[in-house]
Nanobody, 129 residues
Framework: DVQLQASGGGLVQAGGSLRLSCAASGFTFDDYAIGWFRQAPGKEREGVSCISSSDGSTYYADSVKGRFTISSDNAKNTVYLQMNSLKPEDTAVYYC??????????????????????WGKGTQVTVSS
C-alpha cells in the first residue's frame, strides 16, 4: 500500500522557518511525482510545491517562490519542504501527495489531471503575526 507520512508542522512566528518531511513507502519512489499541498480554513486546497523524478522538474506556487525549497532524498524515500520567511497567510494544513501519472512537477502543482491519487494525513502549520 502507498503510504505518505507528513511531519514537521508547528507554530512559528512570522519570519521564522519550518521544515516539513514526507516519508513515502509502498511504491517505487522514482516513478512518482510528489508534492506538497495546503488548505487554509474556508479555502480550496492548492498546490504549494512539487517535484518530479522523471524529468527532474520542480514547481512552486507564486506565493512561495523564493521562500520555500523542495528537495528529495531518494535513498530515504523522503521529500522535504524547507519553508523560510513564513507569513501568517502560510497558515494551513499541509498535505503530502503522490501520483504516478504526473510527468512534470508543474502539471501536478496545478492539478491538470485532477487531485493526485495518494494523500497523506496533513500537518498543521500556524504562523503568528
Amino acid at each position: 500500500d502507498v503510504q505518505l507520512q507528513a511531519s514537521g508542522g508547528g507554530l512559528v512566528q512570522a519570519g521564522g522557518s519550518l521544515r516539513l518531511s514526507c516519508a513515502a513507502s509502498g511504491f517505487t519512489f522514482d516513478d512518482y511525482a510528489i508534492g506538497w499541498f495546503r488548505q487554509a480554513p474556508g479555502k480550496e486546497r492548492e498546490g504549494v510545491s512539487c517535484i518530479s523524478s522523471s524529468d527532474g522538474s520542480t514547481y512552486y506556487a507564486d506565493s512561495v517562490k523564493g521562500r520555500f525549497t523542495i528537495s528529495s532524498d531518494n535513498a530515504k524515500n523522503t521529500v522535504y519542504l524547507q519553508m523560510n520567511s513564513l507569513k501568517p497567510e502560510d497558515t494551513a494544513v499541509y498535505y503530502c501527495a503522490a501520483d504516478p501519472y504526473y510527468a512534470t512537477a508543474q502539471a501536478m502543482g496545478v492539478m491538470t489531471l485532477g487531485p493526485p491519487d495518494y494523500w497523506g494525513k496533513g500537518t498543521q502549520v500556524t504562523v503568528s503575526s
